[in-house]
């Protein structure tokens, strides 16, 4: 997990005394809201990643225990198609291509 909303937590409750003096507070409660904004992020980045790791582990079927011992652990097989990607990655068109416009000399 990246240390930096931690450290700037650490950061901005530091700096947080002096300068609640010099305006009322005000710049305190801006901060605070700069940190609930940076743990927020933080927290589903967090969810994210725990998600598609859970999601990276294949999953299985109850244990079967043959007559003749052997114990079988069966895959689970997802009848849905894999998704698809979210968008194609660009190509630069080439030389022979239709879209080429080619290059100037200046």
């Known amino acids: 997990m990246p240390?930096?909303?931690?450290?700037?937590?650490?950061v901005l409750v530091a700096?947080?005394?002096?300068?609640?003096?010099d305006d009322g507070g005000?710049?305190?409660?801006?901060d605070m809201k700069r940190v609930e904004e940076?743990?927020?992020?933080?927290?589903?980045?967090?969810?994210?990643?725990i998600g598609a790791m859970i999601g990276a582990v294949?999953?299985?079927?109850a244990p079967e225990v043959l007559d003749n011992g052997d114990i079988i652990i069966r895959r689970k097989h997802d009848d849905a198609p894999p998704p698809e990607p979210q968008q194609k990655p660009r190509r630069r068109p080439g030389p022979n291509d239709p879209r080429h416009q080619g290059s100037t000399d200046i």
């Open 3 to 10: 240390k930096t909303p931690l450290l700037a937590l650490a």
């Open 15 to 21: 700096l947080a005394g002096p300068a609640a003096a």
């Open 26 to 30: 005000k710049s305190l409660e801006r």
């Open 38 to 49: 940076i743990a927020r992020r933080a927290a589903e980045q967090l969810i994210g990643s």
């Open 58 to 61: 294949p999953q299985f079927e």
